[in-house]
């Protein structure tokens, strides 16, 4: 079964339909004696850092503890088109062990949490939400003791956000 045209569309827009090297990143490739680039650990790892083409592509995600690909999590099946493009573009046929290493080594130096960027980037308008939680969303009696679950239990789950493990020993 193959994957849908969108997700087969998406690696290979802009990456894989364009097979010419780039000048720099050929250059900074180490070679044999034949001039034949080397499928070292090290190679993939400069073409996926270096080729513009895959600048910030490959991302690890701290909330899903994955490889993320443009957004979506990396399959098995986008590693053998970063391999065959490899090959093809810039002579780089290496172990398939090598290429799972060198797409972690790169997506581990673009990493991000989504839940923490997200949170960071809302700024307060002086509206108090937290304590309508149960009353508003789940139709819970608007009780001050309900308020007071609902305060903590979101303060609770944006800590754990922040500071992964810590107790709250809390559920609604």
């Known amino acids: 079964m193959s994957a849908p045209a969108e997700d ?26 034949k001039q034949k680039p080397i499928g070292s650990l090290r190679n993939m790892v400069h073409v996926l850092e270096s080729d513009p083409r895959w600048l910030a592509r490959l991302r690890w995600s701290r909330f899903e503890a994955l490889v993320l690909l443009d957004g979506r999590a990396l399959r098995d099946n986008d590693l053998s088109r970063i391999a065959i493009w490899l090959d093809e573009v810039y002579g780089v046929r290496g172990a398939a062990d090598n290429l799972h ?29 937290l304590d309508g939680l149960l009353a508003t969303y789940f139709g819970a009696e608007d009780t001050p003791l309900h308020r007071k679950f609902s305060a903590g239990w979101l303060i609770g789950a944006c800590a754990r956000v922040f500071e992964p493990g810590c107790q709250l020993d809390t559920m609604l």
């Open 101 to 129: 290493r060198a797409v972690n080594v790169v997506a581990e130096e673009h990493v991000f949490h989504p839940v923490r960027d997200w949170l960071d980037g809302l700024s307060w308008d002086g509206t108090p939400r």
């Open 8 to 33: 087969r569309a998406a690696l290979v827009s802009g990456v894989l339909v364009d097979r010419e090297p780039d000048p720099d990143v050929l250059a900074g490739l180490d070679v044999t004696d």
